[in-house]
């Protein structure tokens, strides 16, 4: 597998355009640039699938040389898109692949009901949405196997009014080789509670938008801090921790000691 890391802040990315803390003004100064969470996945290096889909997407695309369209005038290598959650920072960038010929949206019946674009995208290209259910593996192109995993119900504030569902976000665990039997990522840049389903792979990707319970309303995110000490006590995969907030002063000199990372931005990580 190849695992491509697009973005790697939460929404808004870093520095965030109306923020003046602490993080968003270093970010300035040093240059540093964080863009909302989303990754590309391959089992071949040749078939390439989007999770997430972030409002950064079009930057994201054109600086990833795995995603250069060709040979063809209209030929891409991306095969569909799959979600975590129906949040804005994960879905808005769906808008920017309408000049495709056909896209596949893979996501929980719960999110496809909730997104607004879905419908939208309908008069602008051939959409076909594929329901995923948790704990039942679904095969994609390229040797890929990918099997969701439900970590909770926080709805985005748009759909507030939406019936109440355990499947609302999740988390997704991708396995390379023919039937899933190679090494295995899994991806969970949200994450209400901890669970042992998430550490059950050989790299671990997971919620790290807050450093802290009280940095800012952290509803719906396990704080990095909560989180640390309970990775510990399950060593063997690679942790890394992704879709940080702005106000998110963590580094990988924090972590140097504890056995996890931050998701490095636009970086590759091949298993």
């Known amino acids: 597998?190849?695992?491509?890391?697009?973005?790697?802040?939460?929404?808004?990315?870093?520095?965030?355009?109306?923020?003046?803390?602490?993080?968003?003004?270093?970010?300035?100064?040093?240059?540093?640039?964080?863009?909302?969470d989303c990754l590309a996945i391959s089992g071949d290096a040749k078939a390439w699938y989007l999770v997430n889909a972030s409002p950064d997407l079009r930057t994201q695309l054109l600086r990833t040389p795995e995603l250069t369209p060709g040979p063809g005038m209209r030929?891409?290598?991306?095969?569909?898109?799959?979600?975590?959650?129906?949040?804005?920072?994960?879905?808005?960038?769906l808008l920017s692949l309408r000049e495709g010929g056909e896209l596949t949206v893979h996501a929980t019946q719960t999110v496809l009901d909730a997104l607004p674009w879905l419908p939208i995208l309908d008069h602008y290209?051939?959409?076909?949405?594929?329901?995923?259910?948790?704990?039942?593996?679904?095969?994609?192109?390229?040797?890929?196997?990918?099997?969701?995993?439900?970590?909770g119900g926080k709805q985005p504030r748009y759909a507030s009014d939406r019936p109440a569902a355990a499947d609302w976000v999740i988390g997704l665990r991708f396995t390379g080789g023919s039937g899933g039997s190679g090494r295995s990522l899994i991806y969970a840049p949200g994450l209400?509670?901890?669970?042992?389903?998430?550490?059950?792979?050989?790299?671990?990707?997971?919620?790290g938008t807050f450093l802290t319970a009280n940095e800012f309303a952290a509803r719906g995110h396990l704080p990095i801090q909560d989180?640390?000490?309970?990775?510990?006590?399950?060593?063997?995969?690679?942790?890394?921790?992704?879709?940080l907030n702005n106000t998110n002063p963590v580094g990988d000199a924090d972590l140097a000691q504890t056995g996890a990372e931050v998701a490095p931005e636009a970086g590759l990580i091949e298993l």
């Open 192 to 207: 209400e509670s901890f669970t042992t389903d998430i550490v059950d792979a050989d790299v671990v990707v997971l919620d």
């Open 227 to 243: 989180s640390l000490p309970l990775l510990r006590s399950h060593p063997g995969p690679r942790y890394l921790y992704t879709h």
């Open 75 to 93: 030929e891409t290598p991306l095969r569909g898109v799959l979600f975590t959650s129906a949040e804005l920072d994960h879905t808005l960038g």
């Open 125 to 151: 290209t051939k959409l076909t949405r594929h329901r995923l259910v948790c704990g039942e593996p679904l095969t994609l192109d390229g040797d890929l196997t990918v099997t969701p995993i439900a970590l």
């Open 1 to 36: 597998m190849k695992i491509r890391f697009l973005g790697t802040a939460a929404g808004g990315g870093l520095p965030q355009w109306n923020c003046a803390c602490g993080p968003c003004n270093a970010a300035r100064r040093i240059g540093i640039d964080r863009t909302q």
